[in-house]
């Protein structure tokens, strides 16, 4: 049974940056693709980021695309989310996510964390 749990979200002003982490318990399949999903307040969940467990391939919404940066450390089971240029619009809980797909389908979900933008 695999088991996430996100920690890093907080408050930061526009223009900061946050690194979130998604701790994994047990061991993803090779096959596993962990990512990123937010809901802003009075919104729907959306894609945000994702990393394949087993090579380098990576995907970003467009919203995202060259602020925030996702990595793994497989030796501490951890996918990281770097947010940088950070806007009024990325307030959110996120979500951390695993699946077999990068955008939907997910099989197991965090928490999630809160991430507020103060503009």
């Known amino acids: 049974q695999v088991q996430l749990a996100e920690s890093g979200g907080g408050l930061v002003q526009a223009g900061g940056s946050l690194r979130l982490s998604c701790a994994i318990s047990?061991?993803?399949?090779?096959?596993?693709?962990i990512s990123w999903v937010r809901q802003g307040p009075g919104k729907e969940r959306e894609f945000v980021a994702s990393?394949?467990?087993?090579?380098?391939?990576?995907y970003y919404a467009d919203s995202v695309k060259g602020r925030f940066n996702i990595s793994k450390d497989k030796s501490k089971n951890t996918v990281y989310l770097q947010m940088t240029g950070l806007k009024f619009e990325d307030t959110a809980v996120y979500f951390c996510?695993?699946?077999?797909?990068?955008?939907?389908?997910?099989?197991?979900w965090g928490q999630g964390t809160q991430v507020t933008v103060s503009s």
């Open positions: 047990g061991r993803p399949y090779s096959s596993y693709v």
């Open positions: 990393a394949r467990w087993a090579d380098s391939r990576t």
């Open positions: 996510a695993a699946g077999s797909s990068p955008y939907n389908g997910y099989f197991h």
